[in-house]
Protein backbone atom coordinates (compact mmCIF):
# COMPACT_ATOMS: atom_id res chain seq x y z
CA UNK A 1 0.00 0.00 0.00
CA UNK A 2 1.14 3.45 -0.80
CA UNK A 3 1.04 6.28 1.71
CA UNK A 4 3.74 8.70 1.70
CA UNK A 5 6.49 7.33 -0.29
CA UNK A 6 9.32 7.14 1.85
CA UNK A 7 11.15 5.62 -0.30
CA UNK A 8 11.28 8.25 -3.37
CA UNK A 9 14.95 9.13 -3.48
CA UNK A 10 13.85 12.67 -4.81
CA UNK A 11 12.06 13.85 -1.10
CA UNK A 12 13.90 17.33 0.28
CA UNK A 13 16.46 17.22 2.74
CA UNK A 14 13.96 18.67 5.19
CA UNK A 15 11.27 16.55 4.89
CA UNK A 16 14.08 13.07 4.61
CA UNK A 17 15.12 14.22 7.94
CA UNK A 18 11.84 14.55 9.44
CA UNK A 19 10.41 11.24 7.47
CA UNK A 20 13.54 9.46 9.13
CA UNK A 21 13.23 10.84 12.66
CA UNK A 22 9.20 10.39 12.92
CA UNK A 23 9.47 6.83 10.67
CA UNK A 24 6.71 4.65 11.02
CA UNK A 25 2.77 8.12 13.72
CA UNK A 26 -2.69 10.51 16.95
CA UNK A 27 -7.12 12.61 18.80
CA UNK A 28 -10.96 12.44 20.79
CA UNK A 29 -12.38 13.51 17.77
CA UNK A 30 -15.75 15.60 17.34
CA UNK A 31 -16.79 15.62 13.99
CA UNK A 32 -16.89 19.42 13.16
CA UNK A 33 -19.36 20.24 11.09
CA UNK A 34 -18.76 23.29 9.04
CA UNK A 35 -16.40 21.84 6.56
CA UNK A 36 -13.09 22.59 8.05
CA UNK A 37 -10.43 21.64 10.00
CA UNK A 38 -10.43 22.10 13.45
CA UNK A 39 -7.00 23.11 13.34
CA UNK A 40 -7.81 25.85 11.32
CA UNK A 41 -11.21 27.15 12.19
CA UNK A 42 -11.15 30.74 12.06
CA UNK A 43 -13.52 32.76 13.86
CA UNK A 44 -16.31 34.34 12.18
CA UNK A 45 -16.87 38.10 13.21
CA UNK A 46 -18.92 38.42 15.71
CA UNK A 47 -21.29 40.10 14.07
CA UNK A 48 -24.77 38.66 15.82
CA UNK A 49 -22.64 37.89 19.24
CA UNK A 50 -24.76 40.45 20.97
CA UNK A 51 -27.46 38.86 20.24
CA UNK A 52 -26.32 35.52 20.88
CA UNK A 53 -25.29 36.28 24.27
CA UNK A 54 -29.03 38.22 25.09
CA UNK A 55 -30.52 34.98 23.84
CA UNK A 56 -28.13 32.72 26.08
CA UNK A 57 -29.19 34.84 28.83
CA UNK A 58 -32.72 34.68 28.33
CA UNK A 59 -32.51 30.83 28.09
CA UNK A 60 -30.25 30.82 31.43
CA UNK A 61 -33.50 32.65 32.80
CA UNK A 62 -36.11 30.35 32.02
CA UNK A 63 -34.15 27.38 33.07
CA UNK A 64 -33.94 26.40 36.54
CA UNK A 65 -30.48 26.88 38.28
CA UNK A 66 -28.11 23.88 37.94
CA UNK A 67 -27.44 22.43 41.12
CA UNK A 68 -23.74 23.30 42.21
CA UNK A 69 -23.16 20.51 44.63
CA UNK A 70 -22.03 18.19 42.48
CA UNK A 71 -20.83 14.38 42.01
CA UNK A 72 -17.47 13.94 40.40
CA UNK A 73 -17.31 15.52 36.96
CA UNK A 74 -18.16 12.41 34.77
CA UNK A 75 -21.18 11.44 36.74
CA UNK A 76 -22.98 15.08 35.94
CA UNK A 77 -25.01 16.95 38.42
CA UNK A 78 -29.14 16.94 38.81
CA UNK A 79 -31.17 19.11 37.08
CA UNK A 80 -34.69 18.81 35.71
CA UNK A 81 -34.05 19.05 31.42
CA UNK A 82 -38.45 17.99 31.82
CA UNK A 83 -38.12 21.28 32.70
CA UNK A 84 -36.30 22.86 30.21
CA UNK A 85 -38.96 24.56 27.51
CA UNK A 86 -36.09 23.28 24.78
CA UNK A 87 -35.92 19.60 25.90
CA UNK A 88 -39.62 19.53 26.03
CA UNK A 89 -39.85 20.55 22.67
CA UNK A 90 -37.64 18.23 21.93
CA UNK A 91 -39.35 15.50 23.54
CA UNK A 92 -42.46 16.80 21.42
CA UNK A 93 -40.43 16.49 18.15
CA UNK A 94 -39.34 12.36 19.26
CA UNK A 95 -42.73 11.61 19.71
CA UNK A 96 -44.43 12.67 16.71
CA UNK A 97 -41.58 12.05 14.46
CA UNK A 98 -40.25 8.40 15.75
CA UNK A 99 -42.96 7.60 17.90
CA UNK A 100 -41.54 7.58 20.98
CA UNK A 101 -43.58 7.45 24.13
CA UNK A 102 -43.63 11.28 25.88
CA UNK A 103 -43.91 9.58 29.30
CA UNK A 104 -40.95 7.63 28.15
CA UNK A 105 -39.06 10.34 27.23
CA UNK A 106 -39.65 12.26 30.51
CA UNK A 107 -38.76 9.54 32.55
CA UNK A 108 -35.86 9.28 30.46
CA UNK A 109 -34.76 13.28 30.54
CA UNK A 110 -35.73 12.69 34.36
CA UNK A 111 -32.60 10.71 34.52
CA UNK A 112 -30.34 12.64 32.37
CA UNK A 113 -27.55 14.25 34.18
CA UNK A 114 -25.85 17.95 33.10
CA UNK A 115 -21.95 17.43 32.45
CA UNK A 116 -20.14 20.85 33.00
CA UNK A 117 -17.18 18.85 32.08
CA UNK A 118 -18.51 18.34 28.61
CA UNK A 119 -19.05 22.20 28.21
CA UNK A 120 -15.71 23.17 29.42
CA UNK A 121 -13.92 20.97 27.19
CA UNK A 122 -15.97 21.48 23.69
CA UNK A 123 -14.89 24.78 24.26
CA UNK A 124 -12.15 25.98 21.34
CA UNK A 125 -8.58 26.35 22.43
CA UNK A 126 -7.46 29.73 22.98
CA UNK A 127 -6.69 30.83 19.33
CA UNK A 128 -3.61 32.88 20.62
CA UNK A 129 -1.88 30.21 21.54
CA UNK A 130 0.08 28.80 18.64
CA UNK A 131 -0.50 25.73 16.94
CA UNK A 132 2.01 22.98 16.87
CA UNK A 133 2.25 19.85 15.22
CA UNK A 134 5.26 18.65 16.55
CA UNK A 135 3.75 18.50 20.25
CA UNK A 136 0.53 17.10 18.90
CA UNK A 137 1.90 14.87 16.94
CA UNK A 138 3.97 13.49 19.94
CA UNK A 139 1.14 13.07 22.17
CA UNK A 140 -0.09 10.32 19.43
CA UNK A 141 3.38 8.40 17.92
CA UNK A 142 4.82 7.58 20.74
CA UNK A 143 6.01 4.48 22.67
CA UNK A 144 3.32 3.03 24.24
CA UNK A 145 0.34 3.73 21.59
CA UNK A 146 2.81 2.51 19.27
CA UNK A 147 3.25 -1.00 20.99
CA UNK A 148 -0.16 -1.36 21.28
CA UNK A 149 -0.65 -0.78 17.92
CA UNK A 150 1.32 -3.72 17.42
CA UNK A 151 -0.29 -5.67 19.66
CA UNK A 152 -3.60 -4.94 18.10
CA UNK A 153 -2.08 -5.58 14.42
CA UNK A 154 -1.40 -8.83 15.39
CA UNK A 155 -4.33 -9.98 17.32
CA UNK A 156 -6.59 -8.45 14.25
CA UNK A 157 -4.68 -8.98 11.40
CA UNK A 158 -6.95 -11.88 9.72
CA UNK A 159 -9.75 -9.20 10.20
CA UNK A 160 -7.28 -5.97 9.26
CA UNK A 161 -6.70 -7.92 5.74
CA UNK A 162 -9.90 -8.47 5.35
CA UNK A 163 -10.85 -5.11 5.67
CA UNK A 164 -8.07 -3.70 3.51
CA UNK A 165 -9.39 -6.62 0.55
CA UNK A 166 -12.81 -5.65 0.90
CA UNK A 167 -12.86 -1.24 1.13
CA UNK A 168 -9.54 -0.37 0.04
CA UNK A 169 -8.32 0.88 3.22
CA UNK A 170 -4.72 -0.02 4.10
CA UNK A 171 -4.11 -1.47 7.15
CA UNK A 172 -2.10 0.26 8.61
CA UNK A 173 -4.92 3.68 8.36
CA UNK A 174 -7.83 1.56 10.13
CA UNK A 175 -4.37 0.54 12.73
CA UNK A 176 -3.52 4.40 12.80
CA UNK A 177 -7.52 5.67 13.39
CA UNK A 178 -8.21 3.57 16.04
CA UNK A 179 -5.37 4.00 17.59
CA UNK A 180 -5.17 7.81 18.27
CA UNK A 181 -8.94 7.31 18.87
CA UNK A 182 -8.92 5.12 22.16
CA UNK A 183 -5.27 3.61 22.06
CA UNK A 184 -7.17 0.02 20.97
CA UNK A 185 -9.93 0.43 23.39
CA UNK A 186 -8.12 1.59 26.30
CA UNK A 187 -9.57 4.57 26.51
CA UNK A 188 -13.39 4.93 24.90
CA UNK A 189 -14.70 7.14 27.50
CA UNK A 190 -16.45 6.81 30.32
CA UNK A 191 -19.45 9.60 30.64
CA UNK A 192 -23.08 8.52 29.74
CA UNK A 193 -23.78 9.72 26.11
CA UNK A 194 -27.47 10.63 27.33
CA UNK A 195 -25.90 13.28 30.05
CA UNK A 196 -22.98 14.64 27.54
CA UNK A 197 -25.23 14.91 24.22
CA UNK A 198 -28.33 16.37 25.96
CA UNK A 199 -26.06 19.04 27.53
CA UNK A 200 -24.00 19.92 24.40
CA UNK A 201 -27.30 19.98 22.53
CA UNK A 202 -29.21 22.53 25.01
CA UNK A 203 -26.07 24.56 26.58
CA UNK A 204 -23.63 24.61 24.01
CA UNK A 205 -21.00 27.16 24.81
CA UNK A 206 -21.70 30.53 23.57
CA UNK A 207 -19.61 30.10 20.40
CA UNK A 208 -19.67 31.38 16.80
CA UNK A 209 -20.84 28.26 15.32
CA UNK A 210 -23.32 27.55 18.58
CA UNK A 211 -26.32 27.41 16.80
CA UNK A 212 -25.23 24.99 14.07
CA UNK A 213 -23.24 23.10 16.62
CA UNK A 214 -26.45 22.71 19.06
CA UNK A 215 -28.37 21.20 15.85
CA UNK A 216 -25.44 18.71 15.39
CA UNK A 217 -25.65 17.34 19.03
CA UNK A 218 -29.72 17.35 18.84
CA UNK A 219 -29.41 15.06 16.09
CA UNK A 220 -26.77 13.14 17.76
CA UNK A 221 -29.67 12.72 21.07
CA UNK A 222 -32.29 11.80 17.89
CA UNK A 223 -29.54 9.03 17.21
CA UNK A 224 -29.08 7.85 20.29
CA UNK A 225 -32.66 7.27 21.04
CA UNK A 226 -33.06 5.46 17.99
CA UNK A 227 -30.04 3.30 17.89
CA UNK A 228 -30.89 1.98 21.23
CA UNK A 229 -34.35 1.32 20.67
CA UNK A 230 -33.28 -0.34 17.03
CA UNK A 231 -30.63 -2.32 19.37
CA UNK A 232 -32.99 -2.95 22.22
CA UNK A 233 -30.57 -1.70 24.62
CA UNK A 234 -30.62 0.74 27.49
CA UNK A 235 -29.90 4.69 26.11
CA UNK A 236 -28.30 5.26 29.71
CA UNK A 237 -25.98 2.18 29.57
CA UNK A 238 -24.23 3.98 26.52
CA UNK A 239 -21.10 5.16 27.50
CA UNK A 240 -18.21 7.87 25.56
CA UNK A 241 -16.21 10.23 25.52
CA UNK A 242 -17.59 13.96 26.16
CA UNK A 243 -18.89 14.57 22.73
CA UNK A 244 -20.42 11.38 22.50
CA UNK A 245 -18.59 9.27 20.65
CA UNK A 246 -18.91 5.50 21.28
CA UNK A 247 -16.72 2.47 21.12
CA UNK A 248 -12.84 1.70 19.98
CA UNK A 249 -13.70 3.86 16.60
CA UNK A 250 -15.69 6.63 18.58
CA UNK A 251 -17.99 6.59 16.03
CA UNK A 252 -21.49 9.37 17.45
CA UNK A 253 -24.47 7.11 17.11
CA UNK A 254 -25.30 8.86 14.14
CA UNK A 255 -22.59 7.57 12.37
CA UNK A 256 -22.87 4.42 14.16
CA UNK A 257 -26.00 4.06 12.40
CA UNK A 258 -25.26 4.93 8.84
CA UNK A 259 -21.85 3.83 8.68
CA UNK A 260 -21.04 0.81 10.87
CA UNK A 261 -20.92 -3.23 9.59
CA UNK A 262 -21.35 -6.49 11.89
CA UNK A 263 -17.88 -7.39 10.62
CA UNK A 264 -17.67 -10.27 12.87
CA UNK A 265 -20.82 -11.74 11.91
CA UNK A 266 -22.45 -12.33 15.23
CA UNK A 267 -25.82 -10.64 13.80
CA UNK A 268 -25.45 -7.30 15.58
CA UNK A 269 -22.53 -4.12 15.68
CA UNK A 270 -20.99 -3.74 18.50
CA UNK A 271 -18.21 -0.69 18.13
CA UNK A 272 -17.86 -1.08 22.16
CA UNK A 273 -16.82 -4.88 22.54
CA UNK A 274 -16.23 -6.17 18.93
CA UNK A 275 -12.94 -4.63 17.58
CA UNK A 276 -13.47 -6.67 14.41
CA UNK A 277 -17.09 -4.98 13.99
CA UNK A 278 -14.70 -1.48 14.37
CA UNK A 279 -11.79 -2.39 12.01
CA UNK A 280 -14.73 -3.33 9.37
CA UNK A 281 -16.66 0.09 10.57
CA UNK A 282 -13.76 2.50 9.93
CA UNK A 283 -12.64 1.02 6.64
CA UNK A 284 -16.31 1.20 5.62
CA UNK A 285 -16.46 4.68 6.81
CA UNK A 286 -13.21 5.92 5.02
CA UNK A 287 -14.12 4.16 1.90
CA UNK A 288 -17.78 6.16 1.62
CA UNK A 289 -16.33 9.32 2.35
CA UNK A 290 -13.76 8.88 -0.70
CA UNK A 291 -11.06 6.58 0.11
CA UNK A 292 -9.23 5.71 -3.33
CA UNK A 293 -7.75 1.76 -3.23
CA UNK A 294 -4.10 1.87 -3.76
CA UNK A 295 -3.48 5.87 -3.89
CA UNK A 296 -1.42 7.86 -1.38
CA UNK A 297 -1.88 10.16 1.24
CA UNK A 298 0.59 13.38 1.12
CA UNK A 299 3.84 14.36 0.18
CA UNK A 300 6.43 16.84 1.56
CA UNK A 301 6.27 19.76 -0.27
CA UNK A 302 8.94 23.12 0.01
CA UNK A 303 7.39 26.48 -0.78
CA UNK A 304 9.01 29.08 -2.28
CA UNK A 305 9.72 32.19 -0.93
CA UNK A 306 9.75 34.04 -3.91
CA UNK A 307 6.77 32.99 -6.06
CA UNK A 308 4.55 33.11 -2.87
CA UNK A 309 1.31 31.98 -5.00
CA UNK A 310 0.42 29.00 -3.18
CA UNK A 311 -0.30 31.05 -0.50
CA UNK A 312 -3.86 31.09 -2.00
CA UNK A 313 -3.85 27.47 -2.62
CA UNK A 314 -4.44 26.97 1.42
CA UNK A 315 -7.72 26.47 3.18
CA UNK A 316 -9.48 25.38 0.05
CA UNK A 317 -11.62 23.40 1.67
CA UNK A 318 -11.23 19.72 2.51
CA UNK A 319 -10.79 18.78 -1.12
CA UNK A 320 -8.19 17.60 -3.56
CA UNK A 321 -7.84 19.84 -6.62
CA UNK A 322 -5.25 20.48 -8.09
CA UNK A 323 -3.01 19.42 -10.36
CA UNK A 324 0.55 19.13 -10.50
CA UNK A 325 1.38 21.71 -12.93
CA UNK A 326 -1.37 24.44 -11.06
CA UNK A 327 1.31 23.73 -7.71
CA UNK A 328 4.38 24.06 -10.15
CA UNK A 329 3.57 27.36 -11.05
CA UNK A 330 2.42 28.21 -7.72
CA UNK A 331 5.72 27.97 -6.51
CA UNK A 332 5.32 24.40 -4.84
CA UNK A 333 8.06 21.86 -5.21
CA UNK A 334 6.80 18.84 -7.48
CA UNK A 335 8.95 16.30 -7.70
CA UNK A 336 8.03 12.48 -7.56
CA UNK A 337 4.23 13.80 -7.40
CA UNK A 338 2.20 11.47 -9.46
CA UNK A 339 0.91 13.38 -12.44
CA UNK A 340 -2.56 11.83 -12.57
CA UNK A 341 -3.27 12.45 -9.48
CA UNK A 342 -5.06 16.05 -7.71
CA UNK A 343 -3.75 17.76 -4.61
CA UNK A 344 -4.48 20.13 -2.10
CA UNK A 345 -1.98 22.17 0.12
CA UNK A 346 -1.59 21.10 3.79
CA UNK A 347 0.13 23.53 6.47
CA UNK A 348 1.39 22.03 9.18
CA UNK A 349 2.59 24.64 11.84
CA UNK A 350 5.15 24.56 14.46
CA UNK A 351 4.61 27.08 16.80
CA UNK A 352 7.49 29.40 16.38
CA UNK A 353 9.30 26.89 14.37
CA UNK A 354 8.82 26.70 10.69
CA UNK A 355 5.78 25.50 9.56
CA UNK A 356 5.80 22.17 7.27
CA UNK A 357 3.82 22.11 3.79
CA UNK A 358 2.66 18.95 2.23
CA UNK A 359 0.37 18.34 -0.79
CA UNK A 360 -2.62 15.95 0.42
CA UNK A 361 -4.46 13.58 -1.82
CA UNK A 362 -8.09 12.47 -1.69
CA UNK A 363 -7.12 9.94 0.53
CA UNK A 364 -6.03 12.59 3.52
CA UNK A 365 -9.30 14.64 3.40
CA UNK A 366 -11.09 11.26 3.58
CA UNK A 367 -9.44 10.77 7.28
CA UNK A 368 -10.64 14.54 8.07
CA UNK A 369 -13.86 13.09 7.34
CA UNK A 370 -13.18 11.26 10.29
CA UNK A 371 -11.77 14.09 12.44
CA UNK A 372 -11.76 17.54 10.50
CA UNK A 373 -8.35 18.41 11.23
CA UNK A 374 -4.77 18.34 9.53
CA UNK A 375 -3.17 17.31 12.46
CA UNK A 376 -5.21 14.70 13.12
CA UNK A 377 -5.31 13.10 9.23
CA UNK A 378 -1.43 13.29 9.92
CA UNK A 379 -1.01 11.33 13.09
CA UNK A 380 -2.97 9.10 11.74
CA UNK A 381 -1.09 8.00 8.75
CA UNK A 382 2.07 8.60 10.99
CA UNK A 383 0.70 6.32 14.06
CA UNK A 384 -0.34 3.27 11.09
CA UNK A 385 3.13 4.01 9.36
CA UNK A 386 4.79 3.93 12.78
CA UNK A 387 3.26 0.44 14.31
CA UNK A 388 3.96 -1.21 10.52
CA UNK A 389 7.59 -0.50 10.77
CA UNK A 390 7.64 -1.61 14.61
CA UNK A 391 6.26 -4.88 13.09
CA UNK A 392 8.97 -5.55 10.74
CA UNK A 393 12.06 -4.86 13.04
CA1 LIG B 1 -20.70 -7.86 15.31
Given at each position: MLLMPISLPRL??????????????????????????????????????????????????????AK???????????VNFNEWKDVARFMDEMAERNQFQRSDLNALFA????????IQLIKPAPSNKPKNWAAYRARFVEPVRINAGVDFWNTYGVALA?????????????VGIIGVETVYGRNT????????????????????????????????????????????IDPMSLRGSYAGAIGWPQFMPGSIRE?????????KIDLRNSPVDAIGSVAHYLAVHGWQRGEPV??????????????????QGLEAKYTVEELQAAGISTSGLPA???????DLQNGTGPTEYWVATNNFYAITQYNRSYFYAMSVADLGRAVASARNR
Open positions: TALASTLLLSTLCALPMTVQAQDGKPVEKKTQKKAVDKKDKKDKKTAEKKARPPKTVAAADQGEFRTRYVDSARAEAQYGVPMEIIGNFRVMDVLTTLAFDYPNTANRDARMAFFRGELENTLLLTREAGYAVDFDGDGAFPVTVSSDNRQWEAMLNALRFGLV
